[in-house]
Nanobody, 126 residues
Framework: QVQVVESGGGSVQAGGSLRLSCTAS????????MGWFRQAPGKEREGVSC????????YYGDSVKGRFIISRDNAKNTLYLQMNSLKPEDTAMYYC???????????????????WGQGTLVTVSS
């Protein structure tokens, strides 16, 4: 049974930092590209960042470029998202996804998404 689990969410003031982690069981993360997506209340899910199998290539959404850093440690089967200079508009549920190809488009071919986590909540106060 595949299980993807995010952790590291919480409440932080604007300008602060958080680091999210994502691990998986029943699935070897280094067989997949990996991505972080988020969904704010009343809004559609959007792509935040994704990373290639080896970590050599990364994509970022325009709203997080220069503030967030995605990384992975395949030896630990773990994906990370370092979030700096957080803003209230970053408040959302953050989801980790195993990807068959790199994409930030949640409307992409559904075959892109091999597995999703249940999410971890990030709340940024002003």
């Amino acid at each position: 049974q595949v299980q993807v689990v995010e952790s590291g969410g919480g409440s932080v003031q604007a300008g602060g930092s958080l680091r999210l982690s994502c691990t998986a069981s029943g699935l070897t993360l280094n067989d997949y590209a990996m991505g972080w997506f988020r969904q704010a209340p009343g809004k559609e899910r959007e792509g935040v960042s994704c990373i290639s199998w080896t970590g050599s290539s990364t994509y970022y959404g325009d709203s997080v470029k220069g503030r967030f850093i995605i990384s992975r440690d395949n030896a630990k089967n773990t994906l990370y998202l370092q979030m700096n200079s957080l803003k209230p508009e970053d408040t959302a549920m953050y989801y980790c996804a195993a990807l068959r190809f790199m994409t930030l488009d949640v409307r992409a071919d559904k075959n892109a998404f091999a597995a999703w986590g249940q999410g971890t909540l990030v709340t940024v106060s002003s």
